[in-house]
C-alpha cells in the first residue's frame, strides 16, 4: 500500500514538469515530508474546459482519500487512499473514475515500514523509497467530485469536494524487499495516454497499468519520526539515530 509519501516541489516546478496550468489553488499544499490521508495534495489532470470544451491540463489540490460522487458523505475518504491496479476496473468505488477521471499524483518519493527485530522486541521501521535519479514519481491516481447537498449552490466552491486515490501494485526492485505494493508510477511516455479523458478503453489503460516505473530506486531506513502525521520537515529523511 501507500499510506505516506513525500511531496516538496512548488507548484510552479510542477506546472512546468507536467506542462500544466495551475488551477483552484485558494489554499495550495504547501511542501510535506509526511504527506498523510486526507491531506490536501497535488494533482495533474486534463479536463474539458466549460466555455470551449478544449482539453485543458491543469495541476490542483485535491484531498488524498477518495469519496464517489454517490457516497452519503466524506467521511469514508479516509478508507480508500489506494486501489489496486489489479481490480481498479472492477471495483464499484473506483470503477467509473477508472474509466473517465484519471490522474497523476506528483510525489520526491514514498513511504514503506517493516517489521524487524529490536533490543526491546520486534519494531516498524520505516523506509523512504525515491526515484535514484531524484526525479519526480508521477503516481498513477484516479479522481471524483463529490457534491455536498447542504450547500445551495452548485456554484459556490463549498458545494464540491475534490478528492483522489493512489493505485498500487506489485513491488519491483529494492522496494519488494520492504512491502508487497507499492504505488504505481508512470512513465512520461505514458503520460498523455493515461489522462486523456477521451481514452475509455478498459483494456488500453490496463495496458498503461504494466508499464513498469521507469529507473533504479534508492531505499533507505529513515528516522521513526516519520510515524507520528503531526512531524514533518526534511529532517524525515535523517537516517535513524541522526539529529536533524
Known amino acids: 500500500m501507500c499510506g505516506r509519501y513525500v511531496s516538496t516541489r512548488s507548484p510552479q ?71 489496486r491496479a489489479e481490480t481498479v476496473a472492477e471495483k464499484p468505488a473506483y470503477r467509473r473514475a477508472f474509466v473517465r477521471h484519471r490522474c497523476l499524483l506528483p510525489a520526491d518519493g514514498f513511504y514503506e515500514w517493516r517489521t524487524e527485530p529490536a533490543a526491546a522486541g520486534a519494531r516498524k521501521q520505516p523506509y523512504y523509497i525515491s526515484p535514484a535519479d531524484g526525479a519526480v514519481m508521477a503516481m498513477a491516481g484516479l479522481y471524483a467530485f463529490w457534491r455536498d447537498r447542504a450547500v445551495a449552490s452548485d456554484d459556490d466552491p463549498a458545494a464540491w469536494l475534490v478528492s483522489c486515490t493512489v493505485i498500487t501494485t506489485e513491488a519491483r ?17 505514458d503520460w498523455d495516454a493515461w489522462l486523456d479523458p477521451g481514452h475509455r478503453d478498459p483494456d488500453g489503460l490496463r495496458a498503461l497499468l504494466a508499464t513498469p ?32
Do not use: C, Q, Y
Open 173 to 189: 526492485d529494492a522496494a519488494g524487499r520492504i512491502h508487497p505494493r507499492m504505488p504505481l508510477a508512470v512513465a512520461p511516455d
Open 13 to 83: 516546478d510542477l506546472a512546468g514538469r507536467f506542462r500544466a496550468v495551475l488551477r483552484d489553488t485558494r489554499e495550495p499544499p504547501g511542501p510535506s515530508w509526511n504527506v498523510a490521508p486526507t491531506d490536501d495534495v497535488w494533482a495533474v489532470l486534463d479536463r474539458a474546459d466549460p466555455g470551449t470544451g478544449e482539453v485543458v491540463r491543469g495541476l490542483r489540490p485535491v484531498r488524498w482519500g477518495l469519496v464517489p460522487s454517490w457516497a452519503a458523505s466524506p467521511s469514508g475518504g479516509a478508507k480508500l487512499i489506494n486501489a
Open 213 to 244: 516505473a521507469a529507473g533504479r530506486l534508492d531505499v533507505r531506513p529513515v528516522s521513526t519520526a516519520v510515524n507520528d502525521v503531526r512531524n514533518d520537515g526534511p529532517h524525515l529523511l535523517d537516517a535513524p539515530g541522526e539529529r536533524g
